[in-house]
């Protein structure tokens, strides 16, 4: 896994402060190529050209199917669904980490996201390092960087490992710093993908204090999980992911439930 933290200023363009939306896809559809063996020879290819007129051995699929999605300023959404259903896709779109193949996306309010471990980090470099690298990505002075320091790592409670390559770290403690760091950018929404998952108890019930402040600041939270007990403790609405398509969107008890059940496959399939 890798871990980013990207920084996207607000699109002056279009939104506003003034205006509600934190988010607001339109028709976001993601396609992929989805790949059959490989023919193993010359006289393969030229069968299969031959038989069915294509010399390529992919074909594509949707891994995000039409998407349309307004989401609230100062909310925190919980997305879930079974591997494989697009939740990932949807959160690169929205932190614009990946294009869609059509559709619109306009984001109100600068993101900071942890899609992946190890994104806007060097696994040779130490931790320290690392927080240097990340805020000169986020384009802050070497001045403004050093005053964070201490408090980044006292945040991920990592001074004893200030000086360690984070190739070293475990999952845990790169979630941390990966964590520490995102928030210490200060934005207004916050994108998190399943990473929070591998921090301890610890960890885990300070990241909840940092939401309940994120949220009192008007900010949003856009968060992946396959927990449903924090999701149905934390998100004020749930959308539930199925084959690219959203199935449901609102109450998260209810989105649980749906997704427990799975009744709505068999719906999808019928
Ligand atoms: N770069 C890629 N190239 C091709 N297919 C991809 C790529 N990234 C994702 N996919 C496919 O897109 C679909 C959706 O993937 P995605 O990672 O969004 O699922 P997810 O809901 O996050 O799953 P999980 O719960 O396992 O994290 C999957 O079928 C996956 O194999
Ligand atoms: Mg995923």
Redesign the pocket.
């Given at each position: 896994m890798r871990l980013a933290t990207l920084r996207n200023e607000p699109d002056s363009a279009q939104p506003s402060a003034a205006q509600p939306f934190a988010f607001k896809l339109s028709n976001v559809t993601v396609a992929?190529?989805?790949y059959q063996e490989r023919p193993s020879s010359l006289k393969e290819t030229v069968i299969r050209f031959m038989r069915t007129g294509k010399m390529k051995h992919y074909s594509t699929?949707d891994?995000l199917n039409d998407v349309s999605l307004e989401i609230n300023k100062g909310t925190v959404l919980g997305i879930i669904?079974?591997?494989?259903?697009?939740?990932?896709?949807?959160l690169k779109v929205m932190a614009q980490v990946l294009k869609p193949t059509q559709g619109r996306v306009v984001v109100n309010g600068s993101v900071s996201s942890l899609i992946e471990l190890g994104v806007g980090f060097d696994p040779e470099l130490n931790a320290v390092e690392n927080i240097f690298l990340n805020g000169s990505l986020h384009k802050k002075s070497n001045a403004d960087i050093k005053s964070r320091v201490d408090h980044i790592l006292e945040f991920a409670e990592l001074h004893d490992f200030a000086r360690t390559p984070i190739k070293y770290f475990s999952s845990g403690m790169a979630a941390r710093l990966g964590f520490a760091v995102a928030i210490d950018i200060n934005p207004d929404i916050l994108i998190v993908d399943?990473i929070l998952a591998v921090g301890d108890e610890r960890f885990q019930a300070k990241c909840s204090t940092v939401f309940q402040n994120f949220l009192k600041s008007g900010k949003t939270i856009i968060i992946?999980s396959?927990d449903m007990s924090m999701l149905e403790h934390t998100a004020r609405e749930i959308v539930l992911?199925s084959r690219?398509k959203i199935v449901f969107r609102g109450d998260p008890h209810h989105a649980i439930g749906m997704y427990r059940d799975k009744s709505y496959e068999t719906a999808l399939q019928g």
């Open positions: 992929y190529r989805s699929f891994a669904g079974s591997n494989g259903s697009g939740k990932s896709t949807l399943e992946v396959h992911l690219g």
